[in-house]
T-cell receptor, first 118, second 113 residues
Framework: GAVVSQHPSRVICKSGTSVKIECRSL??????MFWYRQFPKQSLMLMAT?????????EQGVEKDKFLINHASLTLSTLTVTSAHPEDSSFYIC??????????????FGSGTRLTVV | GNSVTQMEGPVTLSEEAFLTINCTYT??????LFWYVQYPGEGLQLLLK?????DKGSNKGFEATYRKETTSFHLEKGSVQVSDSAVYFC????????????FGTGTRLLVSP
């Protein structure tokens, strides 16, 4: 089955530094990947849609310069949290879908990254 | 707009009890519907799905039927286990554009022995 690998699973960083999170589709090509943020006991908030070879499409209210997304290949997308602050601490999850996209196919999610900014 | 509404949790049940988690949706067009499950500290796993009206998705004893007339996709299980304790998310996916998922707020299920 489709597998999405997300790394790291946990990261602690100092305020003001940058952190990169990787999302890889291991056994399929993913034209589109999605990045979500989940606050404690809340639902997933879509941050951006990442398309291979083009700029990401950000949801309203998400800072493009703070959350840099790169989708350089059909199997890899990265999210970089720049100049991290404690309020950026959260659970970040990526998801991807095989190419070509078929109706009714649920996206495969990575296992998530717990970011703690101290 | 497109949205998913889930019953608020937590839902607390004893082992072997019957489970229902309500989910209703609003969407333009004809979405595909999904239930995802999230265990503590983990990402989301697809539990089941349905792509058109009257379809029934099922997996691991869980079932949900796509009801177009009531715009609902309620999750049911006849006999829950402690290991079913998790957060359950109902979601829809439009079959146009970026086809992104729209999630409900999630319902936490707690099953006690």
């Amino acid at each position: 089955g489709a597998v999405v690998s997300q790394h790291p699973s946990r990261v602690i960083c100092k305020s003001g530094t940058s952190v990169k999170i990787e999302c890889r589709s291991l056994d399929f090509q993913a034209t589109t990947m999605f990045w979500y943020r989940q606050f404690p006991k809340q639902s997933l908030m879509l941050m951006a849609t990442s398309n291979e070879g083009s700029k990401a499409t950000y949801e309203q209210g998400v800072e493009k310069d703070k959350f840099l997304i790169n989708h350089a290949s059909l199997t890899l997308s990265t999210l970089t949290v720049t100049s991290a602050h404690p309020e950026d601490s959260s659970f970040y999850i990526c998801s991807a879908s095989p190419r070509p996209l078929t109706q009714g196919y649920g996206y495969t999610f990575g296992s998530g990254t717990r970011l703690t900014v101290v | 707009g497109n949205s998913v509404t889930q019953m608020e949790g937590p839902v607390t049940l004893s082992e072997e009890a019957f489970l229902t988690i309500n989910c209703t949706y609003t969407a333009t067009g004809y979405p595909s519907l999904f239930w995802y499950v999230q265990y503590p500290g983990e990402g989301l796993q697809l539990l089941l799905k349905a792509t058109k009206a009257d379809d029934k998705g099922s997996n691991k004893g869980f079932e949900a039927t796509y009801r177009k007339e009531t715009t609902s996709f309620h999750l049911e299980k006849g006999s829950v286990q402690v290991s079913d304790s998790a957060v359950y998310f109902c979601a829809l996916r439009l079959n146009t554009g970026f086809q992104k998922l729209v999630f409900g707020t999630g319902t936490r299920l707690l099953v006690s022995p």
